[in-house]
């Protein structure tokens, strides 16, 4: 999937400066790099790849908490995205598709107009995903006595009894200002497009994704993975595909932290990077493990422990493999054998390897089924 290398951060036409494509909404993202002939010290090294595991690890721990609260919620804003076996098989099949796709559109139109029109699409997705991110945290440092309005965005079609909901919405004084604090990052990312406000759009993004794509069973988490697995290790070892989109997509999808920052401070421009793709993809299926030892009513929470360790495992790993060899790594070849072969060594060693494959998360729509026939039973009894 994704490698940290040195890349500058100006020409981006000539120096390849994402490390990461995301080839869905929320897929795994791909990366290459072109290095530039700058050797880092020892200490810059070490701290943009130790910064580079701190933030991975953030989305994954915060996002997987809050994956939890998610999968109870009723509020439509909150309802997470179900993702299924079958959907997970298809996966690897429709982010090779977008990849070509991407590959073939570089091809034959001009780079610049692309990449503006990206810059503008995540520039939006950036402002809603940063604003979701914040909303709880801006809930607990506001007083009580701040005055909080409710609000209500609502879209229909037709009239009558054939009216249909596009849009139900509903947000407050809270939310609104956490969409102006996002807005003005926004516009940061889009003149400047430092490198900070990219890690601001990139953390929000890969929160979202790990608290809002729930996998339904292990079993469609090992399917998703798996496939994943083969698709990055293939595009990035099989084909030039991956290296001409990587060099030609600007879009924050990587999180990025300069390696110079010692030497240049914060207008540092040799950046080491990670893809979004490699938090997300493992950071869904440690979520699920969270809410699997949520459903078993202990006190401990075994393997989101273990399959978070071996997350940090995994990309250690891949750090050392690419710092040893001076190669790019593509990051889901040791990220999932660990983050699966972990958790199910444990699950072997506690006798609960059954129950794991057999743990079911229903939908949104199932879930608010079943409260809507228990309540109705309660009212007959």
Excluded at 119 to 144: C, E, N, Q
Excluded at 350 to 367: D, H, I, K, Q, V
């Amino acid at each position: 999937m994704s490698e940290a290398e040195q890349v500058p951060a100006s020409a981006p036409e000539a120096a390849a400066v994402l490390d990461a494509l995301n080839a869905t909404d929320s897929n795994g993202t791909e990366a290459l790099n072109a290095t530039a002939k700058f050797v880092a010290t020892p200490e810059g090294t070490a701290l943009a790849y130790g910064s580079l595991v701190f933030m991975a690890l953030l989305p994954i721990f915060f996002g997987a908490l809050r994956s939890v609260r998610c999968s109870k919620s009723k509020n439509s804003a909150d309802m997470p995205e179900t993702i299924t076996s079958r959907d997970a098989a298809r996966f690897p099949i429709i982010a090779s598709c977008t990849l070509f796709g991407l590959y073939l559109f570089f091809k034959v139109f001009s780079q610049e107009y692309i990449n503006l029109l990206l810059s503008v699409y995540f520039f939006v997705l950036g402002v809603l995903a940063l604003s979701h991110t914040m909303s709880p945290l801006m809930s607990r440092i506001f007083p009580d006595s701040f005055p909080n309005k409710q609000y209500q965005l609502l879209f229909t079609q037709g009239s009558g009894e054939s009216k249909e909901e596009i849009v139900n919405y509903e947000f407050d004084t809270k939310n609104l200002v956490c969409l102006v604090i996002s807005s003005v990052v926004g516009v940061w990312y889009l003149l400047k497009k430092h490198w900070i406000a990219n890690n601001l759009f990139g953390l929000a993004f890969a929160l979202n994704g790990v608290e809002l794509l729930h996998l339904n069973n292990v079993s469609t988490g090992c399917i998703l993975l798996g496939g994943l697995f083969v698709y990055d290790v293939f595009w990035v070892f099989g084909t030039n595909v991956m290296v001409t989109v990587a060099k030609s997509f600007e879009a924050p999808i990587k999180l990025v932290f300069p390696q110079d920052l010692l030497e240049k401070g914060l207008e540092a421009s040799n950046f080491a990077m990670l893809g979004l793709g490699d938090i997300v993809i493992p950071g869904i299926f440690i979520a699920l493990l969270l809410r699997f030892d949520v459903s078993l009513k202990k006190n401990s929470r075994t393997y989101f422990y273990s399959s978070f360790l071996a997350y940090i495992f995994g990309l250690g790993l891949t750090i050392f493999v690419m710092h040893t060899f001076k190669h790019a790594q593509p990051a889901l070849l040791y990220l999932v054998p660990a983050c699966v072969g972990f958790p199910v060594i444990v699950a072997l060693f506690n006798g609960e390897l059954t129950e794991m494959f057999r743990y079911e998360e229903s939908s949104p729509e199932e879930a608010a089924a079943k409260d809507d026939s228990s309540e109705s039973e309660k009212k007959d009894q």
